[in-house]
């Protein structure tokens, strides 16, 4: 099994940067689609973006097109989430998640491994 380890969170003001990292232990990532998944308290996990085994595919949710960027290093065992021109809304727990499929999802159901999260807070 594996397991997801994120890191890179913290406090930031608005229009700020983060870039938040995800090291995977306990097998590779290589065949494995991964994503980026945000929670704020009271409300749904909701998706972020993800990508595909080798990066040539990736999609974004609406409110971050354009500010963040999704990568990996298989190499390293490592996904990426560059987040620039961080606003207040996206003050969450940032989760890391993987699952071993072909297809790229999008849904928290999909995802059948994932990391315990790091906190972004983007103050006003």
């Known amino acids: 099994q594996v397991n997801l380890i994120e890191s890179g969170g913290g406090f930031v003001q608005a229009g700020g940067s983060l870039k938040l990292s995800c090291v995977a232990s306990g097998g590779t990532i290589s065949t494995t689609v991964m994503g980026w998944f945000r929670q704020a308290p009271g409300k749904e996990r909701k998706f972020v973006a993800?990508?595909?085994?080798?990066?040539?595919?990736?999609?974004?949710?609406?409110?971050?097109?354009?500010?963040?960027?999704?990568?990996?290093?298989?190499?390293?065992?490592?996904?990426?989430?560059?987040?620039?021109?961080?606003?207040?809304?996206?003050?969450?727990?940032?989760?890391?998640?993987?699952r071993r499929t072909?297809?790229?999802?999008?849904?928290p159901q999909e995802?059948?491994?994932?990391?315990?999260?790091?906190?972004?807070?983007v103050s006003s």
């Open 50 to 98: 993800a990508i595909s085994w080798t990066g040539g595919t990736t999609y974004y949710a609406d409110s971050v097109k354009g500010r963040f960027t999704i990568s990996r290093d298989n190499a390293k065992n490592r996904v990426y989430l560059r987040m620039n021109s961080l606003k207040p809304e996206d003050t969450g727990v940032y989760y890391c998640a993987g």
């Open 111 to 121: 995802y059948d491994t994932w990391g315990q999260g790091t906190q972004v807070t």
């Open 102 to 107: 072909t297809r790229v999802v999008t849904t």
